[in-house]
């Protein structure tokens, strides 16, 4: 399964901007900071939370990352005026990860500063697992420091992550828990479908079970979703104490169908300049995608009109 998605992936370099923005548009708001307080205010009215994610990673110099700072100054800013009901996403490398750990806690110390002064909660998205450990060990640092607004991401395809959710859940951290979305050689992680599931199931149970933290359950998989949804109920867990989590342009009816039973919602809204590569990985977890890319994308088939993805 691995091996198909990043055939997919490599196609899916081949094809021309322009193609690929028509059929990734569902994913992502917009070029445009209005285009992302237009799409959050559209979620909010659908009783939907929304987290906001300024695009572009594993970012060149200093100066690009005092650009993201900026810009995610500015989205705090927009957020508080707009009356939003949103927080932010950060990637660390956006934050200058790979640059230097120092450079990474000073420019996520002032995001982190910066959303404090109104209440707003930063979570930092994970990625590829070079950057595990020093991203965890950047939270936990943070943590450690007493900022409390902000949370991690945990990959349930990872091994390591079995020794890493069980501290996160002993010091009641806020953690997103995801499959994983990068490709990884089998030593780092599960490769097979059933057993990233299995891993999945364990990790919610451990923060769910563990008396503080707040379980963000990220997933369109509705296997997965509906052994929340048991969970939920056999803990008693509160709204306070959980949330699903979903990206936008996927799946929308499941998003529904979970706001409608009363759970707590948030949608991941990116947006931004940079949405190629963010691209690209939505496209290659579409399952429509690789016989669509085979067929008509590279000229297979018949015209890619009839095509497009559903959302
Ligand atoms: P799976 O991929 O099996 O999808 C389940 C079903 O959802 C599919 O059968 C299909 O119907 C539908 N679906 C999924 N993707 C689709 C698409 N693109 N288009 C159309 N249908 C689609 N990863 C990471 O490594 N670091 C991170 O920080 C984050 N952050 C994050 C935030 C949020 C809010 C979410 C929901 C996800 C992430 N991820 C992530 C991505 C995550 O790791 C994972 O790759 C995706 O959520 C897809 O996995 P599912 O659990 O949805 O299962």
Not at 138 to 156: K, P, Y
């Amino acid at each position: 399964m691995r091996r198909g998605r990043r055939t997919v992936a490599k196609l899916l370099k081949l094809v021309p901007k322009p193609l690929v923005w028509r059929f990734a548009r569902v994913y992502i708001a917009g070029e445009t900071i209005e285009d992302a307080v237009r799409v959050i205010r559209g979620l909010n009215r659908q009783g939907c939370r929304a987290t906001v994610d300024v695009l572009g990673e594993d970012v060149a110099d200093e100066r690009e990352v005092a650009q993201f700072v900026d810009a995610y100054r500015t989205m705090i800013e927009t957020i508080v005026r707009e009356g939003l009901d949103s927080n932010i996403s950060i990637k660390p490398t956006a934050m200058g990860l790979k640059i230097g750990p120092d450079l990474a806690y000073r420019s996520t110390v002032e995001v982190l500063r910066a959303a404090a002064k109104h209440g707003l909660f930063v979570r930092m998205d994970m990625e590829d697992s070079s950057t595990t450990t020093t991203t965890l060990e950047l939270f936990e640092r943070l943590r450690g420091e007493g900022f409390t607004n902000t949370g991690v991401v945990i990959q349930s395809m990872l091994r390591r992550t079995i020794h890493d959710i069980r501290r996160l859940a002993e010091t009641g951290a806020s953690v997103r828990l995801v499959k994983g979305i990068y490709v990884e050689p089998r030593e780092v992680a599960y490769q097979e479908y059933d057993t990233v599931r299995l891993a999945f199931i364990n990790m919610m149970d451990i923060l769910m079970a563990s008396p503080a933290g707040y379980a963000a359950i990220a997933t369109h998989d509705e296997f997965l979703v509906e052994s929340a949804r048991r969970m939920i109920l056999r803990y008693g867990l509160p709204t306070s104490r959980y949330e699903f989590q979903m990206l936008l342009g996927v799946d929308p009816q499941l998003r529904r169908l979970l706001v409608a039973e009363g759970h707590p919602m948030r949608v991941y809204v990116p947006y931004g300049k940079g949405w190629h590569g963010y691209s690209i990985r939505r496209l290659v977890e579409n399952p429509k995608m690789a016989s669509h890319v085979a067929r008509n994308v590279l000229g297979f088939g018949p015209g890619h009109e009839a095509a497009v993805p559903a959302p």
